[in-house]
């Protein structure tokens, strides 16, 4: 690969990092009020993808199972949108995702609590799980 093409991809790839970086986490519903309960988490991820999107993804894939390697008490719904876009779909066009992977975490009544997209920050995460399972 040409060191131009390889600047580029790097290039998008911080674009893209900024941008969800910019995006995420989605701010509580009803701001000033108490914590929502946290009711499910979706986790969007895809298999088929160009080079950058596949490697955010299989590092989402990895974060995501340490997290919920022991199950976190709350359901956890993970989509591949590579094997089965119409189950991903409602979620990406509800949700306003504009990339993958995406975490969500909805209430009871499907209000978005948090949400990441692109480059998932662990510990971010573990905190909001605190802040949401309580």
Known sequence: MSASRTHLGHLLLALLVSAAAAFGPYPAVGAGEPPARLA????????????CTLELCQAGDNIIQQIFADGRGVPLERLDHGRDPEAAKGFIMDYRLFTLPALLFLDS???LVARWQGLLPREEILAKLKEYSR
């Open 40 to 51: 499910l988490v979706v986790y969007i991820t895809t298999s088929k993808a160009c080079g």
């Open 109 to 111: 009544r499907g209000n």
